[in-house]
């Protein structure tokens, strides 16, 4: 604690950060480790496991097509109403997607962003109808109605019909197949949040890899082995995101799964709306609810970095009492080697600083039609569970898992569990639907002749009148068979 708070008084002091986070000397791929430049002087570390298939498959599974048919009206009261219009292709999402929403449902929920909002939207009746009830309750009470003119505006106000602020429709057809380690088409990418690196994702890229996935992770810009420029607008949530975004297209595959943690979640999401055609399917660990992003006025990270160095210490013990169920020497031993809270104090400053995301709101979740599978640790003092039920519900397809084990660091926690979780949504696809039916081309009323004509002839002296009552009772069945075969 002495020599931290030192360090920090020579900081105050020099104005330079006394913990800088460098690369390592060489560029050159070692033990799956790259480093790629993705703007002159801004080097990310980068892990990418391509293993040796001794087996490769074709991706020869149909899948199920889902169609997704969603209408998302936003109301200037700050309302949301979000109308499920597509029929769900197999019973497993009507069970499982958004909680137990069925198809055809609408949901109702007010943003984030407008707590003083007022109550629900009800769309009123018409002038016409309002004006024909009013009149039909004056009649009921004896008196008689008002004349247009004399109708006093301020006793009776007109009801205007609110307008929708914004309409977005959604209409597509997206078609979900398994993915398997044996697919060379198939990449996952895993992006870790604040303070984190590359090491936290150890045991998920070991056990896919050797299963044959093709696995990327990487080190945001100044953390892990990644440079770390000496500027804050180099940690804004765009310029992290224009590093995904390169990162992707260099190893994208043409099924992609991204992996995201906390603050990497939302990094996720934005990769889903620039490649919904490239993103498969999305895995997000304890990322919160759909809220656009804004940096705390009120937070110790606004703190000058000398005094966040004095304080790193303290930092790093609630990150262990928060991110961890448990906080044993099992886990002590995972925070140092895995690095998962790990990074300098202007980086850790500038990164909370630079969470600014305005369009990141509910209705750009809303619109996201890839599947995701939601995992969440029950113990997590940083996400609570209400968040990721309400990005659940918000979401098309969104599934929500909840692990009683574990907490904000679930995948470090419980790998198996973790492990054994994705690779079941990996492999997961909607259940093809059933053939259609072949449709009997015999004509019923033909058959019905038919059957009639192998029956007994009645007596002559009834034919008539059985006829007229047999023409009566069918509705002119016969006219409408002759007229048929004419055409």
Same mark, same amino acid.
């Given at each position: 604690m002495l020599t931290s708070f030192? +360090?920090?008084?020579?900081? /105050?002091?020099?104005?330079?950060?006394?913990?800088?986070?460098?690369?390592? +000397?060489?560029?050159?791929?070692?033990?799956?480790? +790259?480093?790629?430049?993705?703007?002159?002087?801004? &080097?990310?570390?980068?892990?990418?496991? %391509?293993?040796?298939? #001794? &087996?490769?498959?074709?991706?020869?599974?149909?899948?199920?097509?889902?169609? /997704?048919?969603?209408?998302?009206?936003?109301?200037?009261?700050?309302?949301?109403?979000?109308?499920?219009?597509?029929?769900?292709?197999?019973?497993? @999402?009507?069970?499982?997607? =958004?909680g137990d929403t069925e198809p055809n449902s609408t949901v109702e929920v007010e943003l984030t962003d407008c707590g003083n909002s007022s109550p629900p939207v009800s769309i009123p009746e018409s002038r016409r109808e309002s004006a024909a009830a009013g009149k039909d309750e004056a009649a009921e009470a004896g008196g008689e109605a008002p004349a247009a003119g004399q109708t006093d505006q301020s006793q009776q106000p007109r009801k205007r019909r609110r307008r929708p602020k914004r309409t977005v429709v959604i209409d597509c057809e997206r078609k979900i197949t398994a993915c398997k380690g044996t697919h060379q088409d198939v990449a996952l990418f895993f992006i870790h949040g604040v303070g984190g690196s590359l090491d936290i994702w150890g045991s998920q890229l070991d056990f896919f890899s050797r299963l044959g996935y093709e696995v990327v992770a990487v080190d945001l810009a100044g953390h892990g082995a990644s440079s770390a420029p000496q500027i804050a607008a180099a940690y804004t949530f765009y310029a992290l995101a224009e590093d995904m975004r390169l990162i992707f297209k260099r190893y994208a595959r043409k099924r992609n799964i991204l992996i995201g943690h906390s603050y990497g979640v939302s990094f996720c999401t934005f990769l889903a709306h620039e490649f919904p055609e490239q993103i498969h399917?999305?895995?997000?660990?304890?990322?919160?609810? #759909?809220?656009?992003?804004?940096?705390? @006025?009120?937070?110790?990270? =606004?703190?000058?970095?000398? &005094?966040?160095? /004095?304080?790193?210490?303290? @930092?790093?013990?609630?990150?262990?009492?928060?991110?961890?169920?448990?906080?044993?020497?099992?886990?002590?031993?995972? $925070?140092?080697?895995?690095?998962?809270?790990?990074?300098?104090?202007?980086?850790?400053?500038?990164?909370?600083?630079?969470?600014?995301?305005? +369009?990141?709101?509910?209705?750009?979740?809303?619109? $996201?039609?890839?599947? %995701?599978?939601?995992?969440?640790?029950?113990?997590?003092?940083?996400? #609570?569970v209400e968040e990721d039920q309400r990005m659940a519900e918000i979401l098309l397809m969104g599934f929500l898992k909840v692990l009683q084990d574990g907490s904000h660091m679930i995948m470090m926690e419980c790998p198996e569990a973790v492990n054994t979780l994705l690779h079941e949504f990996f492999l997961w696809e909607p259940a093809a639907p #059933?053939?259609?039916?072949?449709e009997n081309k015999t004509r019923p009323e033909t058959a019905k002749a038919q059957s009639d004509n192998t029956k007994a002839t009645p007596d002559p002296s009834q034919v008539r009148p059985a006829t007229a009552r047999q023409t009566s009772s069918n509705g002119g069945a016969g006219e409408k068979a002759n007229s048929k075969d004419k055409k």
């Open positions: 030192m +360090e920090g008084l020579l900081c /105050c002091l020099s104005s330079k950060s006394a913990n800088v986070v460098v690369p390592v +000397e060489t560029s050159e791929p070692a033990d799956g480790y +790259e480093f790629v430049e993705v703007k002159p002087g801004r &080097v990310l570390r980068v892990r990418h496991i %391509i293993p040796d298939r #001794p &087996v490769l498959e074709e991706p020869t599974g149909q899948g199920g097509s889902v169609s /997704c048919k969603r209408k998302i009206t936003v109301y200037r009261n700050g309302q949301l109403f979000i109308e499920n219009l597509g029929d769900r292709a197999s019973a497993e @999402l009507k069970n499982c997607q =958004n399917k999305m895995v997000m660990i304890n990322g919160g609810g #759909p809220t656009a992003l804004e940096p705390s @006025l009120c937070s110790i990270f =606004n703190l000058p970095t000398c &005094v966040l160095h /004095c304080l790193s210490p303290l @930092l790093a013990w609630s990150f262990l009492k928060a991110g961890f169920a448990q906080q044993g020497a099992k886990e002590k031993q995972l $925070l140092k080697d895995n690095n998962a809270f790990n990074v300098s104090s202007f980086v850790l400053r500038a990164m909370m600083s630079g969470q600014y995301w305005p +369009e990141g709101d509910e209705v750009y979740h809303a619109e $996201l039609t890839v599947p %995701i599978l939601l995992v969440h640790g029950m113990h997590d003092k940083f996400v #609570p #059933p053939p259609p039916k072949k």
